[in-house]
């Protein structure tokens, strides 16, 4: 069974939307010592799930499962010494690239939505949060942004009237037709419904407004001029 695999994509984005995503975009910035902290943690998780596995805790019901399971072991590491980091490294580019070669032109004019969590110690007046990789960007309105990571968006916004305990930011970014995107529904692998991959890119913030939920503390619309 360890010749039933994902495709290279399909592994790409299985990992990419359980926590290599901050492996990756980390790589895409130069943040190497957020990038090693990030990858021990995905590594733990990795070998969390396997753990499951051989307990009986999480069932083999399909060949996902078996797909999963070698595609785990794979990527595991016992420590971060200079090979481990060189597999990393060889991991994240290659994920990189098969989302980069994946992408395809927006089918029409869409409307995406992100959520962006405040981490209180990076809060200050005219800087927003967008990722872990950029916590407090300066900017203001007509500003152009450029986003050197991949980006995830959904298809429909976070529900601003459920009280999770912590406040946010909502972008809503317009993507015109033929623009760059990756849908993920298609894939078995995904893990959120509606969620979008944008490339790195350059955007320009039309708005900045106010929300009627006290739990989100603007609303930041961004304009997709095109991919870096």
């Known amino acids: 069974m360890d010749n039933i695999l994902f495709t290279p994509l399909e592994e790409t984005i299985s990992f990419y939307t359980r926590n290599d995503f901050a492996v990756m975009n980390h790589l895409l910035v130069g943040n190497f010592d957020a990038l090693w902290k990030y990858a021990q943690i995905a590594y733990e998780d990795n070998r969390a799930i396997l753990a499951e596995y051989e307990k009986g805790e999480r069932s083999v019901d399909s060949d996902y499962d078996i797909k999963w399971q070698n595609s785990l072991k794979q990527r595991l590491l016992d420590s971060l010494d200079d090979a481990a980091k060189e597999m990393i490294i060889k991991n994240a580019e290659s994920d990189i690239a098969n989302i980069l070669k994946a992408v395809y032109p927006a089918p029409k004019d869409m409307l995406l939505y992100r959520t962006a969590?405040?981490?209180?110690?990076?809060?200050?007046?005219?800087?927003?949060?967008?990722?872990?990789?950029?916590?407090?960007?300066?900017?203001?309105?007509?500003?152009?942004?450029?986003?050197?990571?991949?980006?995830?968006?959904?298809?429909?916004?976070?529900?601003?009237?459920?009280?999770?305990?912590?406040?946010?930011?909502?972008?809503?970014?317009?993507?015109?037709?033929?623009?760059?995107?990756?849908?993920?529904?298609?894939?078995?692998?995904?893990?959120?419904?509606?969620?979008?991959?944008?490339?790195?890119?350059?955007?320009?913030?039309?708005?900045?407004r106010s929300s009627e939920y006290p739990i989100c503390k603007g609303i930041i619309e961004l304009e997709y001029i095109k991919p870096l």
């Not at 949060?129 to 916004?157: G, W």
């Not at 529900?159 to 305990?165: F, I, N, P, Q």
């Open 117 to 208: 969590w405040i981490d209180r110690e990076y809060a200050a007046t005219n800087r927003f949060p967008y990722s872990r990789e950029y916590k407090a960007l300066p900017f203001e309105v007509s500003s152009i942004l450029e986003i050197k990571i991949i980006s995830s968006y959904s298809l429909t916004p976070y529900r601003e009237d459920d009280d999770v305990g912590s406040d946010f930011f909502r972008y809503e970014l317009r993507v015109p037709c033929g623009m760059p995107i990756l849908e993920l529904d298609q894939f078995v692998t995904h893990n959120e419904a509606g969620e979008v991959l944008l490339p790195p890119m350059v955007c320009k913030v039309s708005n900045i």
